[in-house]
């Protein structure tokens, strides 16, 4: 089992920038693929970006390539989500996602074992 705990959403103003976190715990050696995703009201759920554990190699969505950066730190097994230029857009819960078993496409939420509870981004424009 893998835990994942989200923090750092909140409330900011279109152009201004976010760090979210999400710290894992327990079986996180077997993590392959952390996750970023973010869902909206009344939309599904979406791909944003996504980090290989072992090689740090990074994906991200057209929408946020550019203005999100994904990275990890294994020694606090702690993944980041840097947003910047934000946009009303952007509005949304933002959820990590750890994948254990690696080799699927890592922009598939189905593929994902593990979710945070979520945090909650808000842009105002």
């Known amino acids: 089992q893998v835990q994942l705990a989200e923090s750092g959403g909140g409330l900011v103003q279109s152009g201004d920038s976010l760090r979210l976190s999400c710290a894992a715990s327990g079986r996180t050696s077997s993590m392959q693929v952390l996750g970023w995703f973010r869902q909206a009201p009344g939309k599904e759920r979406e791909f944003v970006a996504a980090v290989r554990w072992s090689t740090s190699y990074t994906y991200y969505a057209d929408s946020v390539r550019g203005r999100f950066t994904i990275s990890r730190d294994n020694a606090k097994n702690t993944a980041y989500l840097q947003m910047n230029s934000l946009t009303p857009e952007d509005t949304a819960v933002y959820y990590c996602?750890?994948?254990?078993?690696?080799?699927?496409?890592?922009?598939?939420?189905?593929?994902?074992?593990?979710w945070g509870q979520g945090t909650q981004v808000t842009v105002s424009s």
């Open positions: 996602a750890a994948e254990v078993n690696g080799g699927n496409p890592v922009y598939r939420a189905l593929y994902y074992d593990y």
